[in-house]
């Protein structure tokens, strides 16, 4: 009997280190310094906030994996590819997104997951930051009227375009130079550039932008992502456009 109960202490000591440690994993993981990239053409852009900024809305931990691992990592595959490719380390990836199927067939899908993680990204932390939310104005208002059946409308819209994405992928709202908008799901780390359309701003619906806050519940951060949406970037994005030189 003393025996079995020793043992049964020793696995319950066990079992609660094991979950202590389990429970502090996320958080050491997401404060550990990414690994260094391979030098090249393409970099990782400064991100214009703390990792923290957009908390309640966007927590720091998941800022943190997605900024530093995952956008890190389409970033070092494409230089890791540049090495012994010109053509890759010759272009922007705006450029190998539009002709992507100029490139030779060995380095399309590598490009096509990579160089469009890398742009989408490049969107994403740009429309987005803190003390941002509410509604647009100005010009984007008036095409979200105009274009897309009003902001509570196009709203909802947005939402529901996020919800049946099957799997990981982004929802896209494209502005052509007319300014005229379009709301555009696409799966994975396709790109709208790939299609040779502009992109007005965007939303990240794979799992690794929202689950250690909302776990299964993209609908949640779907709707708490409008918290952090930076409208007056996305009119300057906009303006861009209408003057033909949004690039990403």
Wanted: proline residues 5%; aromatic residues 10%; glycine residues 8%.
């Amino acid at each position: 009997m003393t025996a079995a109960f020793t043992i049964s202490r020793r696995s319950l000591f066990a079992l609660s280190a094991g979950v202590a440690l389990v429970a502090s994993a996320p958080k050491v993981w997401a404060q550990a310094a990414a690994p260094a990239a391979p030098a090249g053409p393409f970099s990782l852009p400064k991100r214009p906030y703390e990792a923290n900024a957009l908390e309640p809305h966007i927590d720091a931990a998941t800022m943190d994996i997605h900024y530093n691992r995952h956008h890190a990592a389409y970033v070092a595959a494409l230089n890791g590819a540049a090495k012994d490719n010109g053509v890759i380390a010759k272009a922007t990836v705006g450029e190998l997104l539009a002709d992507l199927n100029q490139l030779p067939e060995s380095l399309r899908t590598l490009v096509r997951n990579n160089g469009g993680g890398h742009a989408n990204h490049m969107m994403f932390w740009e429309v987005i930051g803190p003390n941002a939310g509410g509604a647009p104005g100005g010009e984007v208002a008036a095409a979200i009227t105009r274009d897309l059946g009003g902001f509570d409308k196009f709203k909802a819209d947005f939402e529901a375009a996020g919800l049946r994405v099957f799997g990981s992928g982004w929802v896209f709202v494209t502005v052509d130079k007319a300014g005229k908008l379009s709301l555009l799901p696409r799966p994975n780390q396709d790109s709208p550039v790939m299609d040779k359309q502009m992109v007005l701003f965007g939303n990240d619906v794979w799992e690794h932008a929202y689950y250690l806050k909302y776990q299964n519940r993209r609908v949640d951060y779907l709707k708490a992502w409008w918290n952090v949406v930076n409208w007056a970037k996305i009119e300057e994005r906009y303006a861009a456009a209408k003057a033909g030189k949004l690039a990403i």
